[in-house]
């Protein structure tokens, strides 16, 4: 199963820019034979951004359907909430990184599923 977890830091989110289409995501990705939802987010957190978290940092929030090559599946979705920023290591699959609002994110993320939306409403009521 596919994650992403959505990084918070005193109401901003982590957006990465994909490399092979410019899009704006979450960090995340497919999941490896065998996988657990938690562990391929882990994985792809330290994949992606070079961040090193124990699965107690992050809260599973649900799973919602997506598109994954041209077939239907469900993405779960983790959520980190930080105290400061980590530092950002990209990997190649990424040309760019941000913290955002969550306004900004709802208005910037190409594929933002209704459970991540969800959660970025809630997050910038507070």
Request: a neutral charge; charged letters at 20%; proline letters at 5%.
């Amino acid at each position: 199963m596919p994650a992403i977890t959505v990084i918070n830091v005193h109401n901003q989110v982590l957006l990465l820019k994909r490399a092979d289409n410019r899009l704006w995501c979450y960090p995340g990705g497919q999941a490896q034979k065998g996988e657990r939802s938690y562990e391929t987010a882990l994985r792809e957190l330290t994949e992606e951004c070079g961040f090193h978290l124990n699965d107690s940092a992050m809260s599973f929030v649900g799973t919602y359907p997506g598109m994954l090559e041209g077939q239907t599946v469900d993405i779960a979705v983790f959520q980190v909430d930080l105290p400061t920023r980590p530092t950002v290591k990209l990997s190649s699959e990424h040309v760019d990184y941000a913290w955002v609002t969550t306004k900004q994110a709802l208005e910037t993320l190409a594929l933002a599923g209704p459970l991540t939306r969800s959660l970025l409403e809630r997050k910038g009521k507070h």
